[in-house]
């Protein structure tokens, strides 16, 4: 068996292929003839086929590019070059951008959208042949937010196994407009770390991942409050979790890491509290805080304290917005 | 704090209610204005105001109903009856039928939908102030299947707090063309578990979700095989879960439910194994196969033999589907 992830928020591995036909949809036959969406070709190019008979325009957007579908016969085709990697799109179908049952569902921009996922042909994500970690949602009611939260927690399959064995735990942030289940089905964080541990490459680690988009609000407003994930972080997350969980719960065993909006929480988080945190990810990553001027937690003397500061940023990003800003914001601190 | 449940497969609580702007959606502004895209009003009906400025004409379709909504300025609105409970919606803008991002999105029907789901008066869903279970994603690699599976597990709270306490166990199947995550996300079951466990009304068990819409799929079609899961079930999914988990693992303390197909699957992998089943739960329920005319696992020898069969069907079906097949199969039996 060899399998690569092919799953999204929604569907897991092999079901993603819907059918177009109200024969099968109201009968449920055994049987059903199935033509697929979208083929990602072997130059990795994504070959569109989408059953839209009575439209009259339909184009996918990306953040930055527009593609052109053709109709033909009942479908409208295509065939683009769209990089490597995770990309957000969105149909428009006669002046009206909506959501295509046809492609990946997920989330990002704070809304459902469709992507496509282009395997990196050096990187390949194969789910099969190795041993799997546990994904699990825990569900904690924070004073802090004020509702319940969702928490996934990927445990390393060697969890429980070794039913006395102690773990390091990484808290990993999800960017904005993302929430907490990002890392998982858009980011494949579980299929790639059981497979860092299979090789070798990565010791096993508890992995928490909560949602840092707080929002205070009204009844036609909402304002984001990136100072609650600290708070729920300090006071109910990392107790709630080294409480639940055989945790390491020493500061040299507590890692912090976060993408893009994440990684600004994880600096001011880490920064601020060496004597919890001996690591810090910050991937397209800020250090300095652009949403305030306090930076405070920019001293010599805190980051000194740190055991290590991996920080990543992409010269050319595939979404091709922000580059320069990580870029400046990174090499300013 | 008192909250009831409005997540869907991608958001989890609060956070389902998107933008309209592009102002918003590109320059990612902290404090955002937004429009309640549907409301559920006090008499249970539902409001639909819809942002499709460029549409002619939209309607919402059920399985069984048309709606059509009004155009007012930007938005499409209208306010309509839809019963109680859960109903699956499908979005149609100018002849094409779309999900749309405004409403909450699941799988049935084997695809993506956009659905409804309007709290009973009498049993509203309320998360908080409750003690929570986990709901734990494992993976599996299935020689049956020929796929990785993903496999939900519900763990009572006491699971984490009793280190060496053991629990029955409940296998619960979806219907026809669900998935593994509908009883979850789109049956709560975890939740309204939480509650009958904190009212003393069930006593806390492990509940195995798996998939169970097996295909074999070829180039251009896919067959469905409702023998595999059975298989999958006995021969692999309930040592690999006695295997992990601190289960009590004889016939006594394990159950199988299921809904629809599920049901049947339920009655054929139950009566056939009163050795390893004691409970069986047959929900809007098959007894008899309908698919095949196998009926070999209805003898009375074998029922007897059963402590509990729990049978449930809805005399007037929320889909009005099947109703009245389901009537004729279960008192055929």
Redesign the interface.
């Not at 928020?9 to 079901?15: C, G, L």
């Not at 546990?134 to 009611?141: A, G, I, Q, R």
């Not at 036609?220 to 984001?224: K, M, W």
């Given at each position: 068996?060899k399998?690569v992830y092919q799953?999204d928020?929604?569907?897991?591995?092999?079901?993603l292929?819907?059918?177009v036909d109200d024969e099968v949809?109201?009968k449920?036959p055994?049987?059903?003839?199935?033509?697929k969406p979208y083929v990602i070709t072997g130059e990795g190019k994504v070959s569109f086929h989408l059953h839209?008979p009575?439209?009259k325009h339909v184009e996918i957007r990306s953040?930055t590019e527009r593609y052109e579908l053709q109709k033909s016969g009942e479908y409208w085709c295509g065939e683009f070059d769209m990089g490597e990697g995770f990309t957000a799109l969105f149909?428009n179908?006669?002046?009206?951008e909506?959501?295509?049952?046809f492609l990946p569902?997920?989330?990002g921009?704070?809304?459902?959208?469709n992507y496509i996922d282009i395997p990196d042909k050096d990187f390949p994500i194969e789910?099969?042949?190795c041993e799997?970690g546990?994904?699990?949602?825990?569900?904690?009611?924070s004073a802090i937010t004020?509702?319940?939260e969702?928490v996934f927690v990927y445990l390393p399959a060697e969890y429980?196994k070794k039913n006395m064995k102690r773990f390091p735990v990484l808290y990993l942030q999800h960017g904005?407009?993302e929430?907490?289940?990002c890392w998982i089905y858009q980011g494949k964080m579980?299929f790639i770390y059981d497979r860092l541990i299979q090789d070798k490459k990565a010791v096993p680690a508890i992995v928490v991942m909560a949602?840092g988009?707080n929002?205070e609000?009204k009844e036609?407003?909402?304002?984001?409050n990136i100072k609650k994930y600290p708070e729920f972080l300090l006071k109910e997350l990392i107790p709630y979790i080294d409480g639940?969980?055989r945790t390491l719960s020493d500061a040299k065993n507590r890692a912090m890491a976060g993408l893009s909006m994440g990684s600004l929480q994880t600096s001011i988080i880490t920064f601020e509290h060496s004597e919890l945190f001996a690591y810090a990810g910050v991937f397209s990553g800020f250090v300095r805080n652009f949403?305030s001027d306090d930076q405070s937690h920019l001293t010599a003397e805190k980051m000194n304290e740190f055991k290590k500061i991996f920080i990543t940023f992409s010269v050319e990003s595939d979404r091709k917005i922000n580059t320069s800003l990580i870029l400046q914001k990174t090499t300013e601190c």
């Open positions: 068996m399998q799953s928020f929604v569907s897991f591995q092999k079901r292929r819907p059918t949809k109201y449920r055994s049987k059903e003839i199935l033509l839209y009575r439209a953040y149909l179908i006669d002046g009206s909506v959501i295509t049952q569902v997920g989330y921009g704070n809304q459902l959208i789910i099969s042949n799997h546990s994904v699990v949602s825990d569900y904690l009611e004020g509702q319940v969702r429980h904005h407009g929430n907490e289940a579980n949602n988009m929002y609000e036609t407003e909402r304002i984001l639940k969980y949403i």
